[in-house]
């Protein structure tokens, strides 16, 4: 009894000390993911592939995984590896609320938001969260640190575009009107009255409009679905306006301008920079000739400052998809992935990447900030996160996109900029 006793205790020891072997060869691997578990950095991306805009979606969430991919392959975040959470949430509000929930269970420290009806949804959460949000919607109301301190995107915001587009084309084609000096230019806007993006400038752009002394006519509504907007056109031809403003994205634009170009309304075109890119001309043919629109970045294979990587990413992660299809879009989703690495990078040195860190250590840092790709120096401060007070327009003409102008509202308008206009 004795002697099985012992065979049972000295088998038991056996047994803790295989366990014992097997624990202490395994500690080393456990204790290694988890610190590479720890280093990795977690970052959302919500983006719109099959949905309203996915027109122009699909391009920018390619250009943010390929950025990804370059920041991560060029030394991450002080040596930390991003690891990226990107999803298709299909331009539905809800779903934007579904995912932001995930990105929270899944810990991550910033997020790369995409529309404006959701982004400004999500804006109070946001801020109670501390949560660094760099969306793809560039709305003014974004900008105003009192009510959404955590949003931040690194591009001229809406309002501007709009501002700006208006002062170009005042200065630039309106004095070679036939009726300058006789009259008031007169203008008119197209766009998506329920889409809280596309209708997200039109208070700043009549509010310009007035600024400079323009007759304004009625509104008209066009869904970013549309593929027959004769309707309107008929309406604005009782107008007459000189030109007109678009905030769709481009395949409306191009079949409201289409529309324009065939039933002869002869106004001229300025659009916010979502309806202007490389398709534009493909998809409204003739009718793009002379069209104006804002771009505050470099378009796709532009001479600027990273877009060789830009380039050499596209190839190397989608070699699938022809480089003559890529748009300005793809630049877009890179601006906004190396904007928010260089706020992790300085965060990161600071000594954190809590939300609050992010925040303060890390974009309200940023002070004439060149990030490349043709995009104006970026200035965040902790009140006014309009990053961008210039609006670098652009005209399709003779097959190509030329610069015709660089409007500096806060230049021109210093003492409107500094005390009415943000958060419009």
Known sequence: MK??????????ALIAGIFSIYACGEKPEKKEKAKLAAEEIQIGSLNDMTGATSDVGK?????IAEAVHYINESGGINGKLIKLHQF????????????????????????????????????PTVARDKIPYVSASYSGHLCDTAKTPYNLFFATDYSTQARGLITAWFDTK?????????RKPRIAACYMFASAFSSASIKAYKNQAELLGFDIGPDQDVSLFAIDTKSQILALKEFKPDVV?????????????????????GADHIIKNWGFDENLPKLA??????????????????????????????EKYNPGIPLEKRTIHTVQGWASVLGLAEALKRADKAGGLSGES????????????????????????????????????????DSKFTLLAEVDLKKRWPDKWENEWLGW
């Open 3 to 12: 002697s099985r006793i012992l065979v049972f205790l000295m088998s038991l």
């Open 59 to 63: 391009d920018y969430a390619l250009g």
């Open 88 to 123: 298709d949430y299909g331009y539905r509000i809800p779903e934007a609320l579904t995912k932001y929930n995930l990105f929270k269970q899944l810990k991550c420290v910033a997020i790369l938001g995409w529309g404006t009806g959701d982004t400004e949804a999500l804006a």
């Open 174 to 182: 309106w004095p070679k009107n036939p009726d300058y000096g006789k």
């Open 245 to 265: 403003l678009h905030t769709n994205t481009v395949m409306s634009v191009a079949a409201t301008m289409r529309d324009a170009y065939a039933l002869k309304l």
């Open 285 to 314: 043919a003739a009718a793009a000739e002379g069209a104006i629109g804002c771009a505050p970045w470099a378009f796709f294979g532009q001479d600027a400052p990273l877009m060789d990587k830009v380039i050499e990413y596209a």
């Open 358 to 397: 992010i925040l303060k250590n890390g974009f309200e840092t940023m002070v004439n900030y060149e990030l490349g790709l043709g995009i104006a120096p970026v200035t965040f401060k902790e009140k006014d996160h309009r990053g961008q007070s210039q609006a670098k327009i652009y005209e399709w003409k």
